[in-house]
């Protein structure tokens, strides 16, 4: 990674875990992806940028496998992702070989053009959905 992608990456993650997601996880309709976290196991709440088509649901990670939602799937794939203010448990899978900026023109624009701006190694993440759950559930089924 060059000095400026690793600067960038710095700048980007430290607004986004100090300022941007802790006001966008309270936003009702924002979706969120819910991965568990794989030193702690506590749930982690990630505000994300995606589309749900069917029983699946895409999104591309700006940072790739340095993105710590990214790690967290990696130790334990089972997740949640909150679309328009309804709760979904799934099976989220890394796809290396897709190709993430095509995958971007598919998704939400707004989100695709801040990943595109900021991205310094896009990754794919499909979510296989498999039913929804209860709000204020967590993925091991602990009220929050």
């Given at each position: 990674?060059?000095?400026?992608?690793?600067?960038?990456?710095?700048?980007?993650?430290?607004?986004q875990r100090h300022v941007g997601n802790p006001?966008?996880?309270?936003?009702p309709f924002q979706?969120?992806?819910?991965?568990?976290?794989?030193?702690?196991?506590?749930?982690?709440r990630t505000p994300v940028g995606g589309r749900r088509d069917g029983d699946v649901f895409w999104l591309v990670s700006e940072f790739g496998e340095r993105s710590q939602?990214?790690?967290?799937?990696?130790?334990d794939p089972r997740v949640r992702v909150r679309v328009k203010g309804r709760w979904y448990t799934g099976t989220a899978q890394?796809?290396?070989?897709?190709?993430?900026v095509a995958?971007?023109?598919?998704?939400?624009?707004?989100?695709?053009?801040?990943?595109?701006?900021?991205?310094?190694?896009?990754l794919t993440v499909r979510v296989d959905l498999?039913?929804?759950?209860?709000?204020?559930?967590?993925i091991d089924g602990t009220s929050l």
């Open positions: 990674m060059s000095r400026l992608d690793d600067a960038r990456f710095r700048a980007a993650t430290a607004f006001v966008l996880r309270r936003l979706t969120l992806l819910e991965t568990t976290g794989r030193v702690s196991g506590l749930p982690r939602y990214v790690r967290n799937i990696k130790a890394l796809l290396p070989d897709d190709d993430p995958r971007l023109r598919r998704l939400p624009r707004f989100n695709s053009t801040a990943v595109r701006a900021l991205g310094t190694d896009l498999t039913d929804r759950t209860q709000p204020g559930r967590t």
